[in-house]
Structure formats: C-alpha cells, structure tokens
C-alpha cells in the first residue's frame, strides 16, 4: 500500500492596496464568498477575513487584510502591514491615476516591511468600452517596481474573471518564497 505524501500547511498574511473605488474590497468578496455587490461601499479601517485554499495536496490559508484606501486612514494603515509577506496592489482600468499611484502604495508597504512577495492587479476588466490603461503602460509600471512580468492579472470582480487565478498564482509565489529560504536555511 502506498501511503499518500502529507502536504505542507501554510498561513500568509497578505494586504490589498490601492487607491479608493479600486475594486479591492469587491475581489475579496469575489475570492472569499463568491459573490459581487455593485453597491459601494467605502471600507472603514481596516476589514479581515480569511480563505483556504488547495494547492496540490499543500494547504494554503490566507488572512486577508483589506486596507482602507482614503487619506484619513493613513495612520492606521502601518499597524495592518506588519507580519504581511503578500501585497496585491490594485488599480481601476479605467482610471490612470490608480495605476501611478501604486509606486505610493508600495513604498508605503516597503517602508514598513521586508521580503514582501508583490503582485499587481488591473480590475474592471468588465467595463471593457471604459478601459483607458494598456496592457503595455501596466507591464511599463511591473518593471519600475522591480517586479517579473508574470505578477500581473487583469481581473474582474464582478464576473469572477481571473481572480481565482490570480490568487492561486499568488499563493505558489509565496510558497516557492518560503521553499527558498527553508533550502537557503538549511531546513527540509
């Protein structure tokens, strides 16, 4: 009899960035409940909540920090960062602005922690007739954040396009971070 290879168990703290109306909340609603409000709702502080997910026979659980984008929450926002090791950064295709303003967003991030693991996220992928952001200004701002180009998903919350993959994609790449220091340590 062939005993079945126990996989591992992991938990990441991850946070959702991005300028207000960006649709951060909505992909997490997506991701977590499948379901989609096109009421808005502006996020008050801070909302966590938390998923698990499977990848192969590894475990992954997710705890999920969603940021509050308006200035006046600047104060808090510090005392979320901490212990997180992914970041999607989020902007509106159909508003320029929230893709310029994700270097803010980053250094913001970076300020505060080390080694985070950074995926950025063009959403309203719906609103087709509306969209203003290519793909080529979008892959132009990856590579001045020092990202690989594979870091970047167009999504839509509101038909669930690509927001399972883009956090599957996203749990691998902390997975693979994590593998890498445990070979780099010495652990097996």
């Avoid at 168990?9 to 946070?15: E, L």
């Avoid at 207000?20 to 808005?40: C, D, E, M, Q, W």
């Avoid at 250094?107 to 290519?134: R, T, Y």
Wanted: aromatic residues 10%; negative net charge; contains cysteine.
């Amino acid at each position: 009899m062939v005993e079945k290879k126990q996989g591992r168990k992991y938990i990441f703290k991850i946070v959702l960035l991005g300028d207000p109306g960006v649709g951060k909340s909505s992909l997490i609603t997506r991701f977590v409940h499948n379901r989609f409000s096109a009421s808005y709702l502006m996020t008050i502080g801070v909302d966590i909540l938390s998923k698990q997910l499977f990848v192969g026979d590894d475990e992954v659980l997710f705890l999920i920090s969603d940021i509050g984008g308006q200035e006046r929450f600047a104060s808090v926002r510090e005392k979320f960062y901490r212990g997180a090791k992914g970041c999607l950064l989020v902007f509106d295709l159909t508003r320029e602005n929230t893709l310029t303003s994700l270097n803010l967003w980053k250094k913001g991030l970076d300020s505060v922690e080390e080694e985070v693991i950074f995926f950025v996220v063009g959403n309203k992928a719906d609103l087709k007739e509306q969209v203003v952001i290519s793909d080529d200004e979008t892959y132009k701002l990856v590579e001045e954040l020092k990202l690989p180009k594979e870091s970047f998903f167009i999504t839509s919350a509101k038909t669930g396009e690509k927001v399972e993959d883009a956090f599957i994609t996203f749990a691998k790449e902390l997975m693979a971070a994590v593998e890498k220091k445990r070979v780099e340590v010495g652990l097996d």
